[in-house]
């Protein structure tokens, strides 16, 4: 992957996402191992460790944080994210153009046509070994592009499909190994047609560059030659642009739209 000039410790960022484009999938998606250094990572997870403990929802099996506050009947109340959601990973992604012939224009980044140019919504959520996420579709409250970062350990997500008589196709149509420090970003139909969703294993298995869509991207490709990879906690932050913002003066009166 051709590297910018990036003096962000060990982060690396492509010239643009042309480089980075997950060539074998059917619509949109971007996989850049090096998005953020390991110093950075180690700033965000020591942020998310120290957050108040009311910020974290208790699920079954797993524990998630949402910044800066839930949705409420698919609306978000206007709020910024906290400064370690911003730096790095909103500033980066907004500097990255689409295209490497952006000759002189402004830049056009991933987020250029969604309604307020940029992610205004964070999911923060840990997944200890052994627990994944049922496959599901994120739903119409967000623009169709998910940034996922991950940090801390690798994990596969597996999309899937629907069969002709609309029941799930319990086998997946594509697998995504996600890196610690990476980013991965889906759009359109993948957002839309297609499901998502992680295994309740302890090992992903099965993984080679056949198997795997984003294998010649992969930072580490090595580090899953034996088709093997135990899972450690993984914690990933997933960046949207939720479509309706309520500002705080209308809370009750609900709701202005922007
Ligand atoms: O953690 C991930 O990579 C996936 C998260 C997810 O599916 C979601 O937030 O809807």
Redesign the pocket.
Known sequence: MAAAGCSDGNARLPLSLDAAKITSLPATAYYLPNFISEEEERMILDKIATAPRPRWKQLTHRRLQTWPSDLVQDRLLDAPLPPWLETPVVSRLLSLPLSDDHDGDAVRHIFADSPHQRPNHV?I?E?PPGIG?MP?K?GAAYWPV?C?V?LGAS?C?NLYRNKEDGALDPDPAWRII?EPRSL?ITTATLYTDYL???SDIKQDLDLSADTIVNWPLLRDPEAFASGQSVRQT?T?L?YRDVLKVSKVGNRLGLFNKR
Request: proline residues 0%.
């Open positions: 999911l959520n997944y996420i599901h994120d998910v996922t991950s994990i997500l996600q991965l998502h969703g992680i993984r990933s997933t």
